[in-house]
């Protein structure tokens, strides 16, 4: 793949719930929401996240999600939406844990979070550092979900409508093409005006795309692009800033227990 960002452009603000943004506002190119500050307020509006549709009829799903060893969190998903969340996430490997109303589903995950200090939410740059070093088969990478999975569904106080679901693992390795990917040694931090991307393909994992370059594979964050004026690009070029990717933190000679991660 090959882009480049237009000459003397600027970042826009992409707006909120498909209306454009009023202002036209300027937004850094640092940023992965591409929003002004007022458009991010509109577009968390009606925002399940949010905590502003509690009356929302609709089933929803309690999940636990593996990004890499000491690396879960937990978090509800829309039943209709299968399991689009969780490749969205970059999860590693997944298993439902419960399904059930929203508010429901919602005090289940506050429920983990106290009593299994499993986080709802972690960052990317540790994701990304983590790749590098995931085991090689499907039972490795599920054990430590199955482990979490046990404890979760045998807590006292889950709520009498959310069903408990039993574990089933799924693996997104195969989907992402990270079996056998080489490991990515940095990442985009910004695009700038004039800058061009180019480079293969090798993986893909939530918004990250790994793309070989000539100086080896670095991680393009896909939520960088939107609101910049793209262009095609011929050549090889790839002069956008990048830093070296986030390490690991570790305990002994194994990746750092959950409680050291977060």
């Known amino acids: 793949m090959a882009f480049a960002v237009a000459e003397g452009g600027v970042r826009t603000c992409v707006g909120a719930r498909g209306n454009a943004c009023p202002l036209g506002a ?23 996240a949010a905590d502003t549709l509690a009356d929302d009829p609709r089933p929803y799903r309690v999940y636990l999600a593996w990004f890499g060893p000491g690396m879960v969190k937990v978090g509800i998903t829309g039943v209709a939406r299968g399991p689009a969340r969780l490749l969205e996430q ?5 298993s439902w844990l419960g399904t059930g109303p929203l508010m429901a589903a919602r005090r289940t995950e506050e429920l983990l979070r106290a009593a299994l200090r499993v986080p709802d939410r972690i960052p990317y740059a540790d994701k990304r550092a983590v790749r590098a070093v995931l085991p090689d088969t499907e039972a490795e990478r599920a054990a430590e979900l199955a482990e979490l999975h046990g404890r979760a569904v045998a807590l006292a106080g889950w709520p009498e409508s959310l069903d408990r679901e039993v574990f089933r693992p799924v693996d997104h390795v195969e989907v992402f093409g990270l079996a056998g990917a080489p490991a990515a040694f940095g990442e985009v931090s910004e695009l700038v005006p004039g800058s061009a991307v180019s480079g293969e393909l090798v993986a893909a994992a939530g918004p990250d795309l790994h793309l070989a370059t000539e100086g080896g594979v670095v991680v393009l964050d896909t939520r960088f692009l939107p609101g910049w004026g793209l262009v095609p690009a011929e050549g090889r070029r790839f002069d956008v800033p990048v830093k070296v990717l986030k390490a690991l933190k570790r305990t002994g000679e194994g990746a750092g227990a959950q409680d050291g991660l977060f």
């Open 26 to 48: 300027v937004v850094p190119g640092r940023g992965t929401g591409a929003r002004c500050e007022e458009c991010a307020r509109l577009d968390r509006a009606h925002s399940v």
């Open 90 to 94: 970059g999860a590693v490997c997944f």
